[in-house]
């Protein structure tokens, strides 16, 4: 693989039971490149996102990160080596107040002066954390206040702070503005604008047509299980209109006619 991909995926494959959700995923994502996958519910986007990510084993295909093979045995892994990940289904600590959600496996120490060893460093992860909240724009009245005291909404604003706070050789956001309000959501659509300038990778996983045209440069779109669509969305001449018909079926794209 050349090294100008950050993330190829060959033949990636998940079956629950009898239930194909993924099915011979190809896919390329380019250094610095935004693309959006869209699909249906239920058209095997976050199962796509979980193989990668190591939340669950796949049936088969393999996963190439940053030119090498990988196969993480979970979210935690996938971090430590450059993915940060905002799943549908958030994957925070539900007894941890925001600060500790934030640094989970990455915290921060200080030199004790007493002795040999290192303190966790609170007053900097809080620090951190609020500049990282205020990016996103959502007021959580108490940060130290566990997270299963939080809205749904207040919730993805936290793992979104967190990808906002760290970088990461590549970002995967699985539908991060669904629960949002409109200001919180234009809020973490300049975040995204921002890993764009600084020229971090980022998967967005979106429903929304409007942001998916704002934000990315390329769409491939997922249709039961199967790639169906990669669309240059900023350079053919691709409408909305055009990508709905994929997503439905009602168009077919060259070279993508086993997923019709
Ligand atoms: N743990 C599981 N066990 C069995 N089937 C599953 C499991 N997880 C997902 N599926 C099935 O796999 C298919 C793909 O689900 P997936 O969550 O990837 O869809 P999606 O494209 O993310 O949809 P949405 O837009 O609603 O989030 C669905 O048919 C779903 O019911
Ligand atoms: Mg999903």
């Not at 990160?65 to 196969?71: L, T």
């Not at 997922?222 to 990669?230: E, P």
């Amino acid at each position: 693989m050349s090294n100008d991909y950050i993330l190829e995926t060959r033949n990636l494959t998940k079956h629950y039971g009898g239930v194909h959700a993924l099915e011979g995923a190809n896919f390329k994502l380019r250094k610095g490149e935004h693309i959006a996958i869209m699909g249906d519910n239920g058209a095997g986007k976050s199962t796509f996102v979980r193989q990668i990510t190591g939340v669950e084993q796949r049936t088969r295909g393999d996963v190439i990160f940053d030119g090498k093979p990988v196969n993480f045995v979970g979210p935690l892994d996938a971090r430590e080596a450059g993915i940060e990940t905002v799943f549908q289904t958030l994957a925070l600590a539900d007894d941890l107040d925001v600060p500790d959600n934030l640094f989970l496996g990455r915290e921060l120490t200080k030199w004790n002066f007493l002795g040999p060893f290192r303190l966790l460093d609170y007053k900097a992860m809080h620090q951190a954390t609020m500049a990282g909240l205020e990016k996103t724009g959502v007021k959580i009245p108490n940060v130290r206040n566990p997270i299963r005291n939080m809205s749904g909404g207040q919730r993805q604003c936290v793992a979104i702070a967190r990808t906002a706070t760290f970088h990461s050789k590549l970002t995967i956001m699985d539908e991060p503005t669904a629960a949002l309000g409109v200001q919180e959501t234009a809020q973490v659509e300049n975040i995204i604008r921002t890993l764009k300038e600084a020229g971090e990778p980022l998967i967005l996983v979106s429903h929304n047509m409007r942001q998916v045209f704002d934000l990315v440069d390329r769409v491939v779109v997922f249709r039961r299980g199967r790639i169906c669509a990669d669309l240059d969305i900023k350079n053919d001449d691709v409408t909305g209109e055009d990508v709905v018909g994929y997503i439905t079926g009602a168009k077919t794209q060259a070279g993508f006619e086993d997923a019709a």
